[in-house]
């Protein structure tokens, strides 16, 4: 069972609970909610997880989420991510945002 879930939606990005705080350790579910297209989660600059992107694909309920741990090394702090439609794994710094881009952040802590 995931401790965070985020779920990206065709407009906007909610999180449950809110606001999205993990800690190492803690699944972080990624869900797409009302979207039929394939949606690349990439982490913008550094990841809590060990790695800084995945695909997720509305097209089928097998795909069409994702559930990764947060690393026992991750730093405290906010980690943003762009939810980038169709073909928009590209690194930000390489290519233009694709249109219907949604970000979003994690805060990641170590307090209890």
Known sequence: ??????????????????PPVVRPGDTVDFVLDGRTDKVCVVFTDG?????SSFDLDG?????NSQDPMVTSTVT???????ARPEGG?????????PPGTLGGGL???TEF
């Not at 069972?1 to 809110?18: C, E, F, K, L, R």
């Not at 097209?59 to 795909?63: R, T």
């Open 76 to 82: 405290t702090r906010r980690y943003y991510f762009q």
């Open 1 to 18: 069972m995931a401790n965070q879930t985020v779920t990206i939606g065709p407009s906007d990005i909610t999180y449950n609970p809110d």
């Open 47 to 51: 990841t809590p997880f060990s790695r």
């Open 107 to 109: 805060d990641v802590t």
């Open 59 to 63: 097209s089928s309920p097998l795909s």
């Open 89 to 97: 794994c590209t690194p930000p710094h390489h290519d233009p945002e």
